[in-house]
């Protein structure tokens, strides 16, 4: 498949390279098509995809994974351009987490409205998912960085788009597709990215990343 | 021990019942002595514990569970009184939760305060505890409603106190001490609370409370 994935951080970097070994057709996208960091990643997966702007991106990719940093999402998504994600499923990655003020960032946006809200609001006509946020990069394309069954969450508010989704997630990266749990639609972002206080304080305690969170379920 | 529950709710009611249970001396404290609710519960529990103000409660407590709605905590915990709170330990078990506008309810506080922090600023010489907020207020006190090993978290600005309440969880409602994490001071209270959101989430789709996360650790 052709996929875009916008962002040159460690985030796009775990799920393009992912990509790439698995024989997608991928372009990273970034503010310029010639940036250092995606000039790095072109070598390190060994030529076998594509750099350019978020334009150039957001027109190859017929799926779109948006792994900006949350604070710029909309900008570098307005660059990607509406016209190009129109009618694409586009997975909105990020949380907008405010590091303006150092460690531990706080968030820009909580409890009545969030990052994955403003993006589908901004683009009625893309079918934005939320997944992935809730846990580390490195565990996003390698769950088995934490033992035994644990979660993932995925919302949005078209149904197929979910579906989706949640199966390239299994196929590709290989989440167990029991373990992701279909939040509904979009303001199910809420939740989703207010996880992020507890998640860095938890990181800060143990020192790494490689945890997530197994819901416990009893009955009525 | 003589312990104050300040709150007639479903979340005083649970703790404080369960502690009568366990032979405490217990006194629910509500905004009136006579309140209905109070009244009710000292019926169910066969007349073998107290109610009265907040302020006659926080007088009698060596230890405080401050159950009360989380939008009106600080005006509940000032009726109990600085002057009965000072010294003691406070475990500040509610979510602040706003429910004016219908549901799920929204957070009057989050990201850059807590309610945690609101009450340990207002009562500086009360050693706050945040916990428990985390769960239903029935698996609060009864941790096998969600079955096998599943977590708690804890902090507050006293270690010392941090460590009794978590050891009172223990012998009191049978957490195991393992399952506990402590996540250092009152600033943790963020991420507790802003669990809730996505709790309350979890709770629409699964159309029960008896449910909570496990921490699934990998290693570095």
């Not at 070994?21 to 310029?32: E, F, N, W, Y």
């Not at 750099?51 to 940093?69: I, Q, R, W, Y």
């Amino acid at each position: 498949m052709k996929i875009a994935v916008l962002g040159t951080g460690m985030v796009g970097n775990a799920i393009a390279t992912r990509l790439v070994q698995l024989g997608h057709q991928v372009m990273m996208g970034s503010r310029t098509a010639t940036s250092d960091a995606g000039r790095e990643w072109l070598r390190a997966v060994g030529g076998k995809a594509q750099s350019g702007t978020f334009s150039d991106a957001g027109a190859f990719g017929e799926l779109v994974f948006d792994c900006t940093n949350g604070a710029n999402s909309i900008t570098a998504l307005r660059q990607a351009g509406a016209a190009n994600l129109r009618g694409k499923i586009l997975v909105n990655v990020g949380n907008p987490l405010n590091l303006s003020k150092g460690m531990p960032p706080t968030l820009t946006v909580c409890s009545t409205d969030s990052l994955g809200e403003q993006v589908q609001r901004e683009f009625p006509d893309t079918l934005v998912v939320k997944a992935l946020n809730t846990v580390n990069c490195e565990l996003m394309v390698n769950p088995s960085l934490a033992p035994g069954d644990h979660n993932l969450f995925i919302c949005g508010n078209d149904e197929s788009a979910r579906h989706k989704v949640a199966n390239w997630l299994c196929y590709w990266f290989g989440w167990k597709r029991d373990n992701i749990i279909d939040l509904g639609d979009i303001t199910g972002a809420r939740g989703m990215e207010m996880w992020m206080p507890l998640w860095l304080r938890l990181f800060a305690k143990f020192g790494h990343p490689h945890f997530n969170l197994r819901l416990m379920m009893g009955s009525r």
